[in-house]
T-cell receptor
Framework: LAKTTQPISMDSYEGQEVNITCSHNNIATNDYITWYQQFPSQGPRFIIQGYKTKVTNEVASLFIPADRKSSTLSLPRVSLSDTAVYYCLVGHGSSNTGKLIFGQGTTLQVKP | DTGVSQNPRHKITKRGQNVTFRCDPISEHNRLYWYRQTLGQGPEFLTYFQNEAQLEKSRLLSDRFSAERPKGSFSTLEIQRTEQGDSAMYLC???????????????FGPGTRLTVL
């Protein structure tokens, strides 16, 4: 399973766009990239998943360059409620056990 | 609420006691996972069920830990002879991989926070 590297923490202000980049140099051909969000005292929550190029949903966008060795989670116009830990994961899929390997994540602090 | 539920939400116990946690997955989800999370760290995989079969266990799961999913629905995680190092958040997740799809999405419960005194 590919290892991921992401910043430990980031600060932002309300209304700004936040981009969190994750490095996964050893990503395999059949690996997907998934981001989860976790608030204190809650379980992680799925945000977005992608394989290549760009994926957008109602919450975020995920940008994946052609070499797939990194990915960027983009949160538009963050609010205080977006303060959370964001985890980047690669390598899980329904063809195997599907267990998730979490790193330390990026703690995003949104300030007023 | 049709999400994953876990009970109890909090458990305080004394060292040496046994504890049992319950997880009720989303209905019809055939995969169920247990993770453990300590302060400041990401969740760590403990074990995984496909229906009632326990298919994988992490080395983190010592012989004091046992998990069951007897009817392929709810699951229990028991810790015997608890130690202070067992203090953590225990998370349950479930999923239903779409037929033919390369990935699935895991849905997590709120967790059970265990404190061993």
């Amino acid at each position: 399973l590919a290892k991921t590297t992401q910043p430990i923490s980031m600060d932002s202000y309300e209304g700004q766009e936040v981009n969190i980049t994750c490095s996964h140099n050893n990503i395999a051909t059949n690996d997907y990239i998934t981001w989860y969000q976790q608030f204190p005292s809650q379980g992680p929550r799925f945000i977005i998943q992608g394989y290549k190029t760009k994926v957008t949903n109602e919450v975020a966008s995920l940008f994946i360059p052609a070499d797939r060795k990194s990915s960027t989670l983009s949160l538009p116009r963050v609010s205080l409620s977006d303060t959370a830990v964001y985890y980047c994961l690669v390598g899980h899929g329904s063809s195997n056990t599907g267990k998730l390997i979490f790193g330390q994540g990026t703690t995003l602090q949104v300030k007023p | 609420d049709t999400g994953v539920s876990q009970n109890p939400r909090h458990k305080i116990t004394k060292r040496g006691q046994n504890v049992t946690f319950r997880c009720d997955p989303i209905s019809e989800h055939n995969r169920l996972y247990w993770y453990r999370q300590t302060l400041g760290q990401g969740p760590e995989f403990l074990t995984y069920f496909q229906n009632e079969a326990q298919l994988e266990k992490s080395r983190l799961l010592s012989d004091r830990f046992s998990a069951e999913r007897p009817k392929g629905s709810f699951s229990t995680l028991e810790i015997q002879r608890t130690e202070q190092g067992d203090s953590a958040m225990y998370l349950c997740a479930s999923s239903l991989p779409p037929e033919g799809a390369p990935t699935d999405t895991q849905y997590f419960g709120p967790g059970t926070r265990l404190t061993v005194l």
